[in-house]
């Protein structure tokens, strides 16, 4: 037995120093150390002066690619664009850009992944959503949706095959979509729209002279006219990421600005039908022994991890429904404990082909940073079962272990199945007893 309890917690210890995955969707770390090197989306680190955006931090973690910009050459933010969430508009004489701090370790080489949300007004302009700066044919990164109707995605030595992505004949080109695009010496090029393969080319070029360029969205500079349209995020990864890992970003992108995908489109909570959980959707997932992402956080504070039977073609993705992180639910509890958070997550554990699946058990950790003390005996895990949407008739699950830094675990979670709701709560119910009658008051 104390050899069980031994190595219960060495895998807790040995977990829990390792860096949660807080990218986009849970992929990729945020404190630059991994292949994420570029982050920009409009809910962080966004600096406006009226409706001008003066710069947005990198969400990734490298200072060195902050963007900023002044005057005229200033685009504006849209609030509330696009599913509630805030969009980049630019006019075709305004951008954002890097200093000249461009690095071939903060940077692409010869691999990259990358995704963009945007929508254009128009299809006849000859514009960068992305582009090195300025843009040039020696040596390029570049992203156009489109260019005179054609979207193009280019890296290294411009403007072959081997460089570069090219599909005409799009339509919907001026409403917003999710685009990924993946770049490697060995497995080629390929782009997705919505999660659909749109082309496969062969081989990469390579990116050079990284201290003459800046990165830059909205174009607008030598070599290119300005970007007409909206932006809403454009993540970069200097390396290319599995096809899990692809997935489980799509996905998070699909949710959080309420697109539909048109092909992987696995997680369904966000869907009106189901309750709008759209917000910081992270996911596990595995295609096979070489495609797999089994520990991931992302922007929320749940983390799940160590799912113990994640076959191939297997995800679990959960989301919130931007109910406010504090412990105020005091009604819809069960009768053993006090109050709940009224922010409730749920859960699409799901196949690519969309049916219900079993990843077996899992761990669960939340980052309880700022919500006050924690009563470890009273911290419990409440799932709805029966799925009819309320938690008062459940039992609670026991046995919150703390990890230290605010940081609280549930092991071998069995709990967690297909469109299954799920919150935390933290004290018990205070029962005063008075002779020989018990009451049981619910303390506010």
Request: hydrophobic residues 30%; without cysteine; negative net charge.
């Given at each position: 037995m104390m050899k069980n309890y031994l190595f219960i917690f060495i895998s807790l210890f040995s977990s829990t120093i390792l860096l949660s995955q807080t990218g986009p969707g849970g992929v990729g770390i945020t404190d630059g150390t991994s292949s994420l090197k570029i982050w920009y989306n409009t809910t962080n680190g966004v600096s406006t002066t009226g409706t001008l955006i003066d710069g947005i931090t990198n969400s990734a973690g490298i200072a060195a690619l902050d963007l900023s910009e002044t005057g005229g050459q200033r685009p504006t933010l849209v609030p509330g664009a696009v599913n509630g969430f805030d969009a980049i508009s630019f006019s075709g004489s305004n951008r954002l850009e890097t200093g000249l701090t461009l690095t071939t370790s903060n940077f692409i080489v010869d691999q990259a992944s990358s995704f963009v949300v945007n929508a254009a007004d128009n299809t006849s302009q000859k514009s960068c959503v992305y582009t090195t700066s300025p843009l040039q044919g020696a040596s390029r990164f570049t992203c156009h949706i489109p260019w005179d109707n054609t979207v193009y995605y280019d890296i290294g030595v411009c403007c072959g095959v081997n460089a570069r992505i090219q599909v005409g004949g799009l339509t919907g080109l001026t409403s917003y979509s999710y685009w990924s695009y993946d770049a490697?010496?060995?497995?080629?090029?390929?782009?997705?729209?919505?999660?659909?393969?749109?082309?496969?080319?062969?081989?990469?070029?390579?990116?050079?002279?990284?201290?003459?360029?800046?990165?830059?969205?909205?174009?607008?500079?030598?070599?290119?006219?300005?970007?007409?349209?909206?932006?809403?995020?454009?993540?970069?990864?200097?390396?290319?990421?599995?096809?899990?890992?692809?997935?489980?970003?799509?996905?998070?992108?699909?949710?959080?600005?309420?697109?539909?995908?048109?092909?992987n489109d696995l997680y369904n909570e966000d869907n009106a039908v189901n309750g709008d959980y759209d917000f910081n959707v992270a996911g596990i997932g595995r295609i096979d022994a070489s495609n797999i992402h089994n520990d991931s956080q992302g922007t929320g504070i749940v983390r799940i991890l160590n799912p113990s039977g994640l076959g191939n073609n297997e995800f679990l993705l959960w989301g919130h429904d931007n109910g406010d992180l504090a412990f105020t639910n005091i009604?819809?509890?069960?009768?053993?404990v006090r109050t709940r958070l009224s922010r409730v997550w749920r859960v699409s554990e799901v196949n690519t082909s969309g049916g219900a699946i079993n990843v077996g058990s899992i761990d669960m950790r939340f980052d309880l940073t700022g919500l006050g003390t924690i009563s470890l005996p009273?911290?419990?895990?409440?799932?709805?079962?029966?799925?009819?949407?309320?938690?008062?008739?459940?039992?609670?699950?026991?046995?919150a272990v703390d990890l230290g830094s605010n940081i609280y675990a549930f092991v071998g979670v069995t709990a967690i199945q297909n469109n299954r709701r799920f919150t935390i709560s933290n004290a018990p119910h205070t029962v005063i007893t008075n002779r020989q009658r018990t009451y049981r008051v619910k303390v506010n």
């Open positions: 490697d010496p060995t497995t080629g090029k390929q782009l997705y729209r919505n999660g659909t393969l749109l082309q496969n080319r062969a081989n990469t070029t390579t990116v050079t002279n990284h201290a003459s360029y800046r990165f830059n969205l909205g174009g607008n500079t030598s070599g290119t006219a300005g970007y007409v349209g909206d932006l809403t995020e454009v993540i970069v990864f200097n390396a290319k990421i599995n096809t899990a890992q692809r997935i489980i970003i799509e996905n998070y992108l699909a949710a959080k600005y309420g697109l539909t995908g048109s092909s009604t819809d509890v069960p009768n053993t009273d911290l419990k895990l409440i799932v709805d079962t029966d799925n009819d949407g309320l938690f008062a008739d459940e039992t609670p699950i026991t046995g």
